[in-house]
């Protein structure tokens, strides 16, 4: 079976959680705190309204902190005395990286950067998990699934500076923290589907967007096909990996994992659109935008091989049933159903779902 976060280890352990007022952060925070965590946040406030941090948690409490600002970084970071870390917070979107390249960097690189450097001044410091992305692959952009192994690349600001974070991380790593006996890695993620997502130039939340106006939702690429999963699968992923990490004092685990569907199954952008626009009880309507658009790889397909050699994780939900999920939980919300009870409800669904 499958390992999933253990409650045990979470309860009453204080966790850094970057990011944690975007969607996968969101998700994360909620996870986290059914296991009894004493979770503390270091994010802006939510981007979009609706948000699903406001949906789960009511308007924020904890006061705004940029990660780029090394002042309030470090501040947020001396009060939160983490045990356990795992940094979420970043610029996140390809299209808008194009827009603003050197926003992009500033974040997700020296963020990551101005982050690893607060953090060394933290005592009892167990692990640190840094998410990037599938993308930091020098992709060919041929089909064949990218290990950890292949050479880091970026054709776009998003993917480079996501690269770039991986090579800081592992400045740092051997630099500072594998010196201090503490253990700091990286996760690559697949692309995420799930609830409460109201991103920009996401599909999910462009299907949900176009339905509500009542106007044909613009596809860029539909043939493009991608490592889809529904959120949990790495947030679980995530959580399963620290717990590890905490537990590896010698330097036996990977220092960066893959997290991503069943090397069998493949979901084009037009498929998976059919598929929400189905479950979601209306006809599929789509065109595709006029003028040039920035280029996007056709294919993208990550090997999650070695983080069920060394964890035992794989995922628990077919891609097809992410999309279920996912259409069901927009479903529930124009129907003005409790959020905070559903969005619970499917993590309680997921960890007692068989594989």
């Not at 990037?132 to 952009?141: A, E, L, Q, R, W």
């Not at 201090?180 to 949900?208: K, M, Q």
């Not at 043939?223 to 010698?250: F, I, K, M, N, S």
């Amino acid at each position: 079976m499958s390992p999933l976060p253990t409650p045990a280890f979470w309860r009453g352990r204080r966790v850094l959680l970057t990011g944690h007022t975007g969607f996968k952060g969101s998700w994360a925070a909620a996870w986290l705190r059914t296991m009894g965590a004493e979770v503390s946040g270091l994010a802006l406030p939510p981007e979009t309204v609706p948000s699903l941090h406001t949906l789960l948690n009511g308007p924020a409490s904890e006061p705004p902190v940029d990660v780029r600002e090394a002042a309030a970084v470090a501040r947020a970071v001396a009060a939160a005395r983490p045990r356990i870390v795992l940094h979420m917070a970043a610029q996140a979107l390809v299209r808008r990286s194009y827009r603003d390249p050197a926003g992009t960097f500033a974040t997700n690189l020296g963020g990551t950067v101005t982050l690893l450097e607060a953090l060394r001044q933290v005592p009892d410091l167990e692990a640190v998990l840094v998410v990037t992305s599938d993308k930091v692959y020098d992709n060919p952009g041929g089909g064949r699934p990218l290990r950890e192994d292949d050479r880091l690349g970026g054709a776009d600001p998003y993917s480079a500076s996501k690269a770039a974070c991986e090579l800081a991380v592992a400045s740092f790593r051997s630099s500072y923290y594998a010196p201090a006996g503490i253990p700091l890695a990286t996760a690559r993620a697949g692309n995420v589907i799930g609830g409460g997502d109201w991103s920009e130039d996401r599909i999910v939340p462009d299907l949900w967007r176009a339905r509500r106006a009542g106007r044909p939702v613009e596809i860029r690429f539909p043939d493009a096909t991608r490592p889809w999963q529904h959120v949990l699968e790495p947030v679980g992923a995530y959580l399963v990996y620290l717990e590890a990490l905490a537990a590896d004092r010698h330097g036996r685990l990977p220092t960066a994992l893959n997290i991503g569907p069943s090397p069998d199954e493949e979901l084009s952008v037009l498929d998976l659109a059919r598929r929400f626009a189905d479950r979601a009880g209306a006809p599929l309507s789509w065109c595709r935008p006029e003028g040039p658009q920035p280029p996007e790889k056709p294919t993208l397909t990550i090997d999650a091989g070695l983080i069920r050699e060394t964890l035992g994780w794989r995922p628990r939900l077919s891609m097809a049933e992410a999309v279920d999920w996912t259409a069901a939980w927009y479903a529930a919300f124009d129907r003005g159903e409790d959020m905070r009870a559903l969005t619970l409800a499917q993590i309680a669904d997921y960890c007692r779902r068989p594989l």
